[in-house]
């Protein structure tokens, strides 16, 4: 899966946790309660050993979350580095490939894929004694949202060759709108006024940002090359969720763990990855490519194991500290990885650019703090419920 559809996954599967965590949260502030009851009486000494024991756990998460944060930034910079370092760099030429140009973007999600469903194995072998005999969902299930699972990967590839690192990672912030319409459409989704504005102002941030970024006129035909493979891969990845969905509404979604999706869909990304490279006859190019290039082979390496690397990070950093400080984390690599792109490939980014990107990242933060207000306002209405009773 892409790097957004493991956020999306991982998010959704924390709110379909709420409600346990909630009942847990219930009987921790319960207990907490009987707890000051009875303080009086709680020896010096036990209190001073109560007190060492709370600084060892939050030195702990201190550390974790460090991991975390360190893990997804290292994995997903590499990652979006060599994205750019492979589609845009003129290598040595060869007879097949006159422009220099790396041939295949298809070949790039072959090798995603190849070490994602390696890793995926590994993992649900390892939580579930087998890999394949005891998932409740069949492995059919799968194909649709693998399909354009694999579409959207190819299309996020393909798109570099016409727009900017830069220019993609905002755009990809405006998923937001076709993820509503189509929540509106296929579910009957109704959303805050708020949400929707705040879907237009990312909208104004990215068409500003996208067009400030066109260094001139004859680029106007590169651009809307690019722009369509854009489309296509937001297009392409909000089905991807959709069905997802779908799968976890049919067969459940404790039924269903993060490492058996990934098995799931890349199961079938790496059959249909293999099938389009046979079929264009891409393999050979790419061998006789790799012959001249012997470290563009290294770089696609590098790439499939930041992948892997980045989704593991995704569902422990999940699990761990739940899906608001993960977007915080994925917001700010996102900003990082826009200056590292501008810094090493040379993108200019101009004062307009910044407005743009300002929008949008102030509307992405907005909604985090959003969330996370929703959530303190959650649980204090869970403690009144408690201390009322």
């Known amino acids: 899966m892409t790097t957004e559809q493991n956020e999306q996954y991982a998010v959704a599967t924390a709110k379909d946790n709420e409600d346990t965590n909630a009942r847990a949260y219930n009987i921790e502030q319960q207990r907490l309660l009987d707890d000051r009851e009875s303080v009086t009486s709680t020896p010096p000494e036990k209190v001073v050993f109560e007190e060492k024991t709370d600084n060892s756990n939050f030195q702990g998460q201190v550390l974790k979350f460090l991991f975390c944060f360190i893990g997804l930034q290292i994995s997903y910079l590499t990652w979006g580095f060599m994205q750019e370092l492979i589609m845009t760099t003129t290598f040595e030429k060869t007879d097949r490939v006159p422009d220099g140009k790396f041939p295949s973007a298809a070949f790039c999600v072959f090798s995603n894929r190849f070490l994602a469903i390696i890793v995926a194995m590994i993992s649900v072998k390892i939580r579930h004694g087998s890999v394949f005999n005891n998932n409740v969902a069949p492995l059919k299930a799968f194909a649709p949202c693998a399909l354009s699972n694999t579409m959207s990967s190819w299309s996020q590839y393909a798109s570099l060759r016409y727009v900017s690192f830069p220019v993609q990672t ?220």
């Open 170 to 389: 905002v755009f990809k912030s405006s998923k937001i709108i076709p993820v509503m319409a189509m929540g509106k459409v296929l579910k009957g989704t109704n959303y805050p006024i708020a949400q929707y504005g705040e879907a237009l102002l990312i909208t104004i941030g990215v068409a500003i940002f996208s067009l400030s970024s066109k260094e001139s006129d004859k680029d106007t035909q590169t651009a809307l090359i690019g722009l369509v493979f854009m489309l296509m891969y937001i297009t392409f990845d909000c089905f991807t969720s959709q069905w997802q969905d779908r799968v976890f509404a049919t067969y459940g979604r404790p039924n269903v763990d993060p490492y058996q999706m990934m098995l799931g869909v890349s199961s079938w990304a790496i059959l249909m990855s293999t099938f389009g490279l046979l079929v264009s006859g891409d393999f050979p190019i790419v061998y006789e490519f790799f012959l001249a290039n012997p470290n563009v082979f290294s770089y696609n390496i590098i790439t499939a194991i930041t992948s892997a690397s980045g989704q593991l990070c995704i569902y422990y950093t999940i699990k761990e500290f739940g899906p608001i400080a993960f977007t915080i984390i994925m917001t700010v690599r996102q900003m990082i990885s826009i200056c590292i792109s501008a810094i090493i490939f040379g993108h200019t980014i101009s004062l307009v650019s910044l407005f743009g990107a300002t929008i949008v990242f102030s509307v992405l933060f907005y909604q985090i703090r959003r969330k996370y207000k929703a959530k303190q306002q959650k649980e204090m209405s869970q403690t009144i419920e408690i201390t009322g009773k």
